[in-house]
């Protein structure tokens, strides 16, 4: 079994020597596909033993795609960006799929777990890549649209590709969407126009109206948002469902949120975006912040344990931010619940929280604040021993920060009585 990786690269001189390197030991050749670098990247790529090809650059992402994969020997090719690359666990199983669907005909690719984080490595959106990364070298196996590129098999007349799931075991880390590297970068100018050049072309196609939509959110510019998800809504295929369609709503939605539209008014396409996707989280999540932000507690409440519930069942074939970032889903309801002053429930989610992440520290403030209006300090002392490990030294600085910024001066005292006479030394000279 022969395995290629492949890439296509323009100036990507601090992201290529990760991507190559992190699976060098998994593929047997790499080639690279430059379209027109003026840094160090074709350098750094040779160097790294990469087989580098030259493309000219035609504003068409697959064709360039696809020139990689003429290239390539590989019985199957990994085609990353180069901001993409596998978690440490998935890169020792990868060769293990491969071999599981070699012979399996009906098997085009495998099926990863795409998580896109941002420049602090936390997640921002998870779904499983709906156009493998992994697949076979196969003839009927080429990428189509010159922006936003699938990889679709010419010998079905709906071009979609068979894949085998292992998203549970296999994931794509991806940061090239942070905010400030798309910014950087001049992503969001070069998408928007290639993306209406495409719908100039094909003006009833409502996956690049969908795209556009997206990357006008990106900008702030909201209005035009909702007008791209709704002219995609309008031009989808009655009676599909693809990737995209619950993305159209949670679009126009997160749009009407940061314009501050009315709550009459987000409600209104709530209503309709439950109706066609009831176990899609995010248009909760929308809901419940939208409603704690006009002091609606009970509803915020409402939304926000329905999107709980919905992110522990959830199965959907369609990026989640909720699912991603559950914290501050949990974080919205403590607040609610909070404001709602039900200081039960504000201990249960918080200590839900801590036992999964002791070092979420906006969560670890809140609840210390409302054990402060309801316990003495010596059993909140004893109550974090359950969580936190007080032979630790980062475990006990972070209670003393809490501490320290919830204006409690016994409690202080207390969690300093637990540090080390050097500790509070080194503290001291810290300070």
Same mark, same amino acid.
């Given at each position: 079994?022969? $395995?290629?990786q492949?890439?296509?690269?323009?100036n990507?001189?601090?992201n290529i020597?990760h991507?190559?390197g992190?699976i060098?030991?998994?593929?047997?050749e790499? $080639?690279?596909?430059?379209t027109?670098?003026?840094d160090?990247?074709?350098?750094l790529a040779?160097k790294?033993?990469?087989?580098?090809?030259h493309?000219?650059w035609?504003d068409?992402?697959s064709?360039a795609?696809?020139f990689?994969i003429?290239?390539?020997?590989g019985?199957w090719?990994?085609?990353?960006d180069?901001?993409e690359?596998?978690s440490?666990?998935?890169?020792?199983k %990868?060769k293990?799929?491969m071999?599981?669907?070699?012979?399996?005909?009906?098997i085009?690719?495998i099926m990863?777990?795409?998580v896109?984080i941002?420049?602090d490595?936390? &997640?921002?959106? $998870?779904?499983n890549?709906?156009?493998p990364?992994?697949f076979k070298n196969?003839?009927?196996?080429?990428?189509k649209?010159?922006i936003?590129?699938?990889?679709r098999?010419?010998?079905k007349g709906n071009g979609?590709?068979?894949?085998?799931?292992?998203?549970n075991?296999?994931i794509?880390?991806?940061?090239?969407y942070d905010k400030e590297?798309?910014m950087?970068?001049?992503?969001?100018?070069?998408?928007?126009s290639m993306?209406?050049?495409s719908?100039?072309?094909?003006p009833?196609?409502a996956?690049m109206h969908y795209?556009l939509s997206?990357?006008y959110?990106?900008?702030?510019k909201?209005?035009?948002?909702?007008?791209s998800?709704?002219e995609?809504i309008?031009?989808?295929t009655?009676?599909?469902?693809?990737?995209f369609h619950p993305?159209?709503?949670?679009n126009i %939605?997160s749009s009407m949120?940061?314009?501050s539209a &009315?709550?009459?008014?987000i409600?209104?396409?709530?209503?309709?975006?439950?109706?066609?996707y &009831?176990?899609? &989280?995010?248009?909760?999540?929308i809901?419940?912040?939208?409603s704690l932000k006009?002091?609606?507690?009970?509803d915020?409440?409402e939304?926000?344990e329905?999107?709980?519930e919905?992110?522990?069942?959830?199965?959907?074939n369609?990026?989640?931010?909720?699912v991603a970032?559950i914290?501050?889903?949990?974080?919205?309801l403590i607040?609610?619940?909070a404001k709602?002053?039900?200081?039960?429930?504000v201990v249960? %989610?918080?200590?839900?929280?801590?036992?999964?992440n002791?070092?979420?520290?906006q969560?670890?403030r809140?609840l210390?604040?409302?054990?402060?209006?309801?316990e003495n300090?010596?059993?909140i002392?004893?109550f974090?021993?359950k969580?936190?490990?007080?032979?630790?030294?980062?475990?006990?600085l972070y209670l %003393?920060k809490?501490?320290?910024e919830n204006?409690?001066?016994?409690?202080v005292?207390?969690y300093k009585?637990?540090f080390?006479q050097d500790?509070?030394s080194e503290l001291?000279n810290?300070?």
């Amino acid at each position: 079994m022969y $395995i290629s990786q492949c890439l296509i690269v323009k100036n990507e001189e601090e992201n290529i020597e990760h991507c190559l390197g992190h699976i060098k030991s998994v593929v047997d050749e790499q $080639i690279v596909v430059d379209t027109g670098s003026t840094d160090r990247t074709v350098e750094l790529a040779e160097k790294m033993g990469a087989k580098v090809f030259h493309f000219e650059w035609i504003d068409d992402f697959s064709a360039a795609r696809n020139f990689a994969i003429e290239k390539a020997k590989g019985d199957w090719i990994i085609f990353l960006d180069c901001d993409e690359y596998f978690s440490e666990g998935s890169v020792q199983k %990868l060769k293990k799929y491969m071999k599981m669907w070699m012979r399996d005909k009906n098997i085009d690719g495998i099926m990863c777990q795409m998580v896109n984080i941002d420049k602090d490595k936390n &997640p921002v959106t $998870i779904a499983n890549n709906i156009s493998p990364r992994v697949f076979k070298n196969k003839k009927n196996l080429r990428y189509k649209n010159k922006i936003h590129e699938a990889l679709r098999n010419s010998y079905k007349g709906n071009g979609n590709t068979n894949v085998g799931d292992a998203s549970n075991n296999l994931i794509i880390y991806h940061t090239g969407y942070d905010k400030e590297i798309v910014m950087e970068k001049n992503k969001i100018d070069r998408n928007i126009s290639m993306i209406n050049s495409s719908i100039a072309e094909n003006p009833e196609d409502a996956k690049m109206h969908y795209y556009l939509s997206n990357e006008y959110y990106r900008i702030d510019k909201y209005e035009d948002a909702i007008k791209s998800a709704r002219e995609s809504i309008a031009c989808k295929t009655k009676g599909t469902d693809e990737f995209f369609h619950p993305l159209l709503y949670r679009n126009i %939605l997160s749009s009407m949120y940061d314009m501050s539209a &009315p709550l009459e008014e987000i409600k209104r396409e709530f209503d309709i975006a439950v109706v066609e996707y &009831p176990e899609y &989280p995010d248009y909760y999540f929308i809901m419940g912040i939208t409603s704690l932000k006009e002091n609606e507690n009970g509803d915020a409440i409402e939304y926000l344990e329905k999107c709980i519930e919905l992110c522990s069942i959830y199965k959907m074939n369609v990026e989640s931010n909720s699912v991603a970032k559950i914290d501050s889903v949990y974080t919205a309801l403590i607040k609610a619940n909070a404001k709602a002053d039900n200081k039960l429930r504000v201990v249960q %989610l918080c200590t839900a929280v801590l036992n999964t992440n002791k070092y979420n520290y906006q969560i670890l403030r809140a609840l210390i604040n409302t054990f402060l209006s309801a316990e003495n300090e010596e059993n909140i002392v004893d109550f974090f021993k359950k969580i936190y490990d007080y032979n630790n030294l980062k475990d006990k600085l972070y209670l %003393l920060k809490a501490s320290q910024e919830n204006n409690n001066e016994k409690l202080v005292d207390l969690y300093k009585n637990l540090f080390t006479q050097d500790e509070l030394s080194e503290l001291e000279n810290k300070e």
